[in-house]
């Protein structure tokens, strides 16, 4: 008898993360969280922001230890926030470190339904 294997299906999302040269509203700076706690591969956190006065579709980006690194670009947060909201499994993790002076970060966001 044959069984029949639910297989999920996934969209994959290779995006940076954006405002990482901006400093928190409680001061902090992002580019010193990167630094300390963001390295290539590291599971990363997504959150909405609807209360965020600049764009109420924001979604945040937090290191793994919850601190503020930055955000998703407005494209890409118009997708990912679609699939938060309608409960698509949203894993995130860093997929590049780099820089010099400046400090970013890439992503590697898996949607699966």
Known sequence: MAKIIKIPSAYVLDT????????????SSRQLIIAREVAENDPMQLELEPD??????????????????GYLGREDAARVRMAMLNDVQVTAKASWVSGEKMVGVGLRIELVN
């Open 52 to 69: 965020n006065p600049y764009d109420p579709q924001a979604v945040k980006v937090l290191s793994k230890f919850g601190h503020h690194i």
């Open 16 to 27: 940076k993360v954006v405002g990482v040269s901006k400093e928190n509203s409680d001061g």
